[in-house]
């Protein structure tokens, strides 16, 4: 072959290697860009991982790949993908299969010795460290690092590590987040085991750089994502502790939502003591234990441990602050505390001088293990602290305990602050309630000394108030329970019945400005006194005069030597005057208590037209004023009298609308106001009608009348019988004057009976 020939035969060749290197290179460009779109558009974290190895191994014929990724804390490489195709391994990824194998561990690798320095004789913890590449043709032939590792693996399985490439994973901010390990590049043709073309080193690593971007952004929108689930988590909680009224439920909440954050095996919720003198155990649960104890249950021992749960002490004997256990610490002080280990205290916790004799003994009877712990304080509104909630053994998804991560105490310490502030709330609430409930006791002893003070003013209307008290909410309870009839819809709630309670003891507070001559006028001419004394006295004295005037007549008689029967028609003239006069003052007696027809008024009127002759003076038998009250044709009282006693309910509303009164009694003055109102109008003080009464003062209108018309304690009327008093009742319904619903129903269910049997004499139970 001429020279010529085997120089085109050479050229022909190599333009077929450059040729077939150039396609190669745009067909790995091409697969490149291929695979930054296709990790670009991956979310799932463990398909971009297993990803990245599939296609760097594609790239450089590698047997053998293991990408490990720096934890959070960037003090160690952990492995998430290994895979070995000679061995027919694969682990991690999607599969999830634990990476681990049956004779060689494969722990992860440091970035630092225990004394602080960088662990650079690791090939996969130097790249981690420095950034830079390494590629190595025969691990067994290099130096500077330390290969035991690889060389154990091969002498337990078989296999033969040979060349390897290390590449760090850097993402856009030239951060580095794992390395790539890949391993045993083999020959296209031969498969043999050969060195890490450099030609790929560059192409590899932008490959490592697309993965550590994608997965850098697929981190922080998981993180992200993880954020906003916790969010509104945590507003759902918040939201959930808000309502909770229950101190027990709300205590368990707690406890089982930071569990359930955190993924704690145990937890323990301590509360402040009332004297903030020591820590109360309040929730103990254990899953690992099966212990479940919850405040309500109050126990003071555990059923799977044989010792009790001690308060902790938040000072000692001598007053100085118990810092030696954790949960004391951290309420004294208000830090949060992580420690990953107890048995094992890292050096920033070791100077404070923690004594875990508790725990430690605790395991020791109970078979547990105590190690990673977060305890952090509860803290309120106010940031006062009110409790400790104390986490135990956090988990990962193979349940191995693990130490609390620093990102959850945030998220922790933001539900211990909810809580506090939900259990501080809760707390307040409770307070509120039984301020309330003792301001309510307070008012009723006020109303019920308001009552007394009437009482001891008019014996009989103390003993009015009670009976009209209860009269009223024998009927609104019956109107409760009706399910039937006009009032079927008619239901008064717990807040109303209080309402309708206080009003019927109120109803007649205005009498307390009631002269009590008027609310105890017996007789027409009572004030002060009973003015018909006064007249009787006067008629004895106009007797003394007509007597008088007698006598001197019969010495006149005497003394002029007349005849007798001059004397004895005196004397039958004295007689009958003296009858008379008598007569007249017992008829103004009766006028004094009974009812005035037009005949007794003419009567009477001629009675006090008589005058007498005393001390100079010509005086009446009876004052204008006299015959005023006394002409009183029903009652007691005068127009301007009963104007006065009617202006009780008037000053009902001017007392009662004085007071404060929450919203849910708001109708108290409303209600007792109206007791005098009528459904036609006539009533007082308001002349209100018809549905502009309230039920409930209507309902008061006819306990009131009906106990005025029976009760036995007036000393101005006689007590009505049981069918009289319904008579009179059922008239003022005829005559729209009470409501006809509410009175059907105080007799058709037996009401009226039943006050009677308790309330009224037995002569009057006539019905």
């Known amino acids: 072959m001429s020279q010529d020939s085997r120089l085109n035969k050479l050229l022909q060749t190599v333009v077929r290697e450059v040729s077939l290197y150039?396609?190669?290179?745009?067909?790995?460009?091409?697969?490149?860009?291929?695979?930054?779109?296709?990790?670009?558009?991956?979310?799932?974290?463990?398909?971009?991982?297993?990803?990245?190895?599939?296609?760097?191994?594609?790239?450089?014929?590698?047997?053998?790949?293991?990408?490990?990724?720096?934890?959070?804390?960037?003090?160690?490489l952990r492995a998430k993908i290994l895979q070995n195709n000679s061995m027919k391994i694969q682990m991690g990824g999607v599969k999830n299969i634990d990476i681990s194998l049956p004779d060689v561990p494969l722990p992860n690798v440091p970035l630092y010795y225990k004394n602080g320095e960088e662990n650079r004789s690791n090939v996969s913890s130097y790249a981690a460290l420095t950034g830079e590449t390494i590629n190595i043709p025969d691990v067994y032939k290099a130096k500077g690092f330390d290969f035991t590792g690889p060389r154990n693996y091969d002498v337990s399985t078989g296999y033969r590590s040979k060349s390897m490439l290390?590449?760090?994973?850097?993402?856009?901010?030239?951060?580095?987040?794992?390395?790539?390990?890949?391993?045993?590049?083999?020959?296209?043709?031969?498969?043999?085991?050969?060195?890490?073309?450099?030609?790929?080193?560059?192409?590899?690593?932008?490959?490592?750089?697309?993965?550590?971007?994608?997965?850098?952004?697929?981190?922080?929108?998981?993180?992200?994502?993880?954020?906003?689930?916790?969010?509104?988590?945590?507003?759902?909680?918040?939201?959930?502790?808000?309502?909770?009224?229950?101190?027990?439920?709300?205590?368990?909440?707690?406890?089982?939502?930071?569990?359930?954050?955190?993924?704690?095996?145990?937890?323990?919720?301590?509360?402040?003591?009332?004297?903030?003198?020591?820590?109360?155990?309040?929730?103990?649960?254990?899953?690992?234990?099966?212990?479940?104890?919850?405040?309500?249950?109050?126990?003071a021992s555990l059923p799977n441990a044989p010792f009790p749960l001690p308060h902790v002490p938040?000072?000692?004997?001598?007053?100085?602050?118990?810092?030696?256990?954790?949960?004391s610490y951290v309420a004294l002080t208000g830090e949060i505390v992580n420690i990953p280990d107890v048995y094992d205290i890292p050096g920033m916790y070791k100077n404070k001088g923690f004594d875990f004799t508790g725990p430690k003994n605790y395991d020791k009877k109970s078979g547990y293990l105590s190690k990673s712990m977060l305890v952090i304080p509860l803290k309120n509104h106010e940031n006062k602290i009110i409790g400790v909630l104390q986490l135990l053994n956090a988990q990962n998804k193979s349940g191995e305990v693990i130490a609390f991560s620093p990102d959850l105490e945030n998220l922790v310490a933001s539900l211990a602050s909810q809580a506090a502030v939900a259990l501080t709330n809760n707390q307040l609430i409770r307070d509120l309630k039984d301020a309330l409930q003792?301001?309510?006791?307070?008012?009723?002893?006020?109303?019920?000394?308001?009552?007394?003070?009437?009482?001891?003013?008019?014996?009989?209307?103390?003993?009015?108030?009670?009976?009209?008290?209860?009269?009223?909410?024998?009927?609104?309870?019956?109107?409760?329970?009706?399910?039937?009839?006009?009032?079927?819809?008619?239901?008064?709630?717990?807040?109303?019945?209080?309402?309708?309670?206080?009003?019927?003891?109120?109803?007649?507070?205005?009498?307390?400005?009631?002269?009590?001559?008027?609310?105890?006028?017996?007789?027409?001419?009572?004030?002060?006194?009973?003015?018909?004394?006064?007249?009787?006295?006067?008629?004895?004295?106009?007797?003394?005069?007509?007597?008088?005037?007698?006598?001197?007549?019969?010495?006149?008689?005497l003394q002029s030597g007349k005849n007798f029967s001059e004397t004895e028609h005196a004397d039958k003239k004295f007689s009958n005057e003296i009858k008379t006069l008598y007569e007249e003052l017992e008829f103004i007696r009766l006028c004094n208590r009974d009812f005035m027809d037009e005949d007794k008024i003419k009567h009477l009127r001629k009675i006090a037209g008589k005058t007498y002759f005393m001390n100079g003076e010509t005086l009446p038998y009876l004052t204008r004023d006299e015959v005023r009250n006394l002409c009183v044709r029903k009652g007691t009282l005068t127009d301007e009298e009963r104007e006065i006693i009617e202006n009780h309910a008037t000053m009902t509303w001017n007392i009662l609308f004085q007071l404060p009164f929450p919203r849910?009694?708001?109708?108290?003055?409303?209600?007792?106001?109206?007791?005098?109102?009528?459904?036609?109008?006539?009533?007082?003080?308001?002349?209100?009608?018809?549905?502009?009464?309230?039920?409930?003062?209507?309902?008061?209108?006819?306990?009131?009348?009906?106990?005025?018309?029976?009760?036995?304690?007036?000393?101005?009327?006689?007590?009505?019988?049981?069918?009289?008093?319904?008579?009179?009742?059922?008239?003022?319904?005829?005559?729209?004057?009470?409501?006809?619903?509410?009175?059907?129903?105080?007799?058709?269910?037996?009401?009226?009976?039943?006050?009677?049997?308790?309330?009224?004499?037995?002569?009057?139970?006539?019905?």
């Open 22 to 76: 150039a396609e190669d290179q745009i067909k790995h460009i091409r697969q490149g860009a291929e695979i930054g779109k296709a990790l670009s558009a991956e979310s799932d974290i463990n398909k971009i991982l297993e990803m990245i190895v599939n296609e760097a191994r594609a790239m450089t014929r590698a047997d053998a790949g293991t990408l490990y990724i720096l934890d959070k804390d960037k003090k160690e």
């Open 166 to 299: 290390v590449i760090p994973l850097k993402n856009h901010e030239n951060h580095i987040i794992g390395v790539l390990q890949l391993l045993n590049a083999q020959d296209i043709e031969t498969g043999e085991v050969v060195a890490f073309s450099s030609e790929y080193v560059d192409m590899i690593a932008s490959l490592a750089s697309q993965a550590a971007v994608v997965l850098t952004n697929t981190w922080l929108i998981q993180n992200l994502k993880d954020r906003i689930k916790r969010i509104r988590k945590g507003a759902e909680i918040g939201k959930a502790l808000s309502v909770e009224r229950d101190i027990s439920k709300l205590l368990e909440m707690i406890v089982d939502e930071a569990r359930a954050m955190s993924k704690a095996d145990a937890g323990t919720l301590y509360i402040l003591d009332k004297d903030q003198k020591y820590l109360q155990v309040e929730i103990f649960q254990n899953d690992t234990m099966k212990t479940r104890m919850d405040g309500a249950k109050k126990i």
């Open 314 to 327: 938040l000072y000692n004997e001598k007053g100085k602050g118990n810092y030696s256990q954790v949960s």
């Open 438 to 557: 003792k301001i309510k006791n307070l008012f009723d002893a006020f109303i019920k000394s308001i009552a007394t003070a009437i009482e001891k003013k008019s014996l009989y209307t103390g003993g009015h108030i009670e009976r009209v008290v209860k009269l009223t909410m024998m009927i609104a309870k019956k109107i409760n329970e009706t399910s039937e009839g006009p009032l079927k819809d008619a239901c008064f709630d717990e807040n109303e019945m209080e309402e309708l309670r206080l009003a019927a003891w109120m109803h007649d507070i205005g009498k307390i400005t009631t002269p009590q001559y008027i609310m105890d006028k017996a007789t027409k001419l009572e004030a002060i006194v009973d003015r018909i004394h006064l007249i009787e006295t006067r008629f004895h004295l106009i007797a003394k005069s007509v007597e008088n005037r007698y006598l001197q007549r019969k010495i006149e008689i």
């Open 664 to 767: 849910a009694l708001a109708s108290v003055p409303d209600y007792a106001w109206a007791h005098h109102e009528k459904l036609d109008g006539s009533g007082y003080p308001q002349g209100l009608s018809g549905k502009d009464i309230p039920l409930q003062s209507r309902i008061m209108v006819i306990a009131d009348i009906f106990e005025a018309l029976t009760a036995g304690d007036r000393p101005y009327k006689k007590p009505a019988t049981l069918s009289e008093a319904v008579g009179i009742l059922e008239n003022m319904k005829k005559e729209n004057k009470i409501d006809p619903d509410v009175y059907d129903l105080f007799i058709k269910e037996g009401l009226y009976r039943e006050y009677a049997k308790k309330q009224m004499n037995p002569e009057q139970l006539d019905h």
